[in-house]
């Protein structure tokens, strides 16, 4: 039987480049490498942006054709790791980036982020 996760298998075979190192125990570690993967490449060169928003892409379409659990695991890591990066500099150009149903979904872990640090 085969374990490998839906978020998973997504991620391995769209951004490989994400999934460094040995295989991701789970879809968490998996969105959090995904979400490092785009950090560092959003900062680089043409090149590097278009892997970043493709990368971008690819966690839209887990997230609106996701289960609550997908859904749930994009937002407490992906979004999250993105939104522990975030400046007052960076958010308008990173909202610009993000598709409208992934949008939503950064601001409020930014608004859940920022109210647990209260």
Known sequence: MDCETKIIRTLREW???ALTGTDPVDDYKALREAAD???RKIVGDAT?????LEALKVVNLLYTGGCLHDRNAI?????SVLASQESPGSLKAHMALFPKELRQAYLKT???NWNGQK
């Open 75 to 79: 937002e407490n890591e992906f979004l």
């Open 37 to 39: 993967l785009f950090l």
């Open 110 to 112: 930014i608004l859940e």
């Open 15 to 17: 951004i490989p480049a």
């Open 48 to 52: 590097e942006r278009a892997d970043a």
